[in-house]
């Protein structure tokens, strides 16, 4: 009788798993990869396959997944699934600078049922990374040079440098001072006598209308990307003279590194057009939590720009 109740109560423990992850929504992780080397990244795909009527919650875009770090979040894929209803892939791209086993751990996903009520899916288990390193077990290493120790100071020398530092140091800081106090004298200059605006500043302007709108979290993501579209395009052709409405964004970029734009800056505008390309032709899914993403990155990159036209601003009326 005994050795029954055990049997039953072990096969309640080994089903448990199986039948937590039953219901309307299930979610399951995968990686591309099991074994990589240092900084290595790869990608983490949480497929999430929903019932009919049962909407997934935007879980956010997340620096941290256990032992990993996050370093973009890619494209949401949205299909149907084999039952029927919904499944959404929320794909990472994930990367490790320690050695040893590092661990994906068990990732939940909020939901929200027919009747409006929230609820949470959980992967089953989870999933373990080799982080390698880049030497490999008996390569020879004999040409890595070490680092170089920093050359002794006598104590004489020592103790100049301790006593005169604080006071070099603090004619540093007044002559900075100085030299920005007269720098922004004549940009006040330059501005009181040219009103205009360069196309960074125009630019950056209509990103914070369009973020001030919140398009995207009012469901209309589609009108949020053609709004950005164009003014990302309108940029490129007012500021670097290039064909912008006449190239996708593939094209766009090789246009763009022929010219003199930061090569950061490129990469930022092209993923977003990018992104509105996607929306616009092949209909994706992009969660507002992205599209913020994306705008932060544009306004921070613009402010850049608006920073080196001002300053080009001032040099010319300098010059002139």
């Known amino acids: ?24 929504v299930t979610v399951r992780s995968a990686i591309d990869r099991a074994q990589i080397t240092l900084g290595d990244q790869i990608v983490l795909t949480l497929v999430v396959d929903l ?57 939940a ?29 008996g390569e020879d290493t004999s040409d890595i040079k070490p680092l170089k120790p920093p050359l002794p100071l006598p104590g004489s020398t ?6 005169w530092a604080p006071a070099a140091a603090l004619a540093a800081l007044i002559l900075l001072a100085a030299v920005l106090a007269l720098r922004l004298r004549r940009r006040r200059e330059v501005l009181s006598l040219e009103p205009g605006h360069g196309p960074a500043r125009r630019a950056l302007d209509e990103l914070e209308s369009l973020v001030a709108q919140g ?43 022929r010219s003199a734009a930061d090569r950061a800056q490129v990469q930022v505008i092209v993923d977003a057009l990018h992104d509105a390309e996607s929306v616009r032709y092949e209909e994706q899914v992009v969660y507002p939590a ?22 080009e601003l001032i040099e010319s009326g300098a010059s002139t």
Do not use: C, W
């Open 109 to 137: 996903v909020g939901y929200r049922g027919p009747d409006g009520q929230p609820g949470e899916a959980r992967t089953s288990s989870q999933l373990l990374v080799e982080v390698l390193s880049v030497i490999r077990p």
């Open 51 to 107: 019932a009919a009527g049962y909407d997934l919650i935007d879980p956010g875009v997340p620096r941290q997944i256990g032992d990993f770090e996050v370093v973009d979040t890619l494209t949401v894929l949205q299909t149907r699934s084999p039952a029927g209803g919904t499944r959404v892939q929320l794909r990472f791209l994930v990367t490790s600078f320690e050695l040893g086993p590092k661990v994906l751990p068990i990732v």
């Open 1 to 24: 009788m005994r050795a029954l109740v055990l049997a039953l109560a072990a096969s309640l423990v080994l089903t448990a798993p199986a039948a937590a992850q039953e219901g309307p």
């Open 215 to 257: 398009l995207p979290e009012k469901g209309r993501t589609r009108e949020h990307y053609e709004i950005l579209a164009a003014t990302l395009r309108r940029y490129a052709a007012d500021r670097f003279g290039v064909a912008a409405n006449a190239r996708t964004a593939r094209e766009l970029r090789r246009e763009l590194e």
């Open 290 to 311: 992205r599209a913020r993403k994306t705008m932060r990155d544009l306004l921070e990159a613009m402010r850049r720009s608006v920073a080196a036209e001002e300053y």
């Open 158 to 163: 020592l103790a100049f440098v301790q006593r």
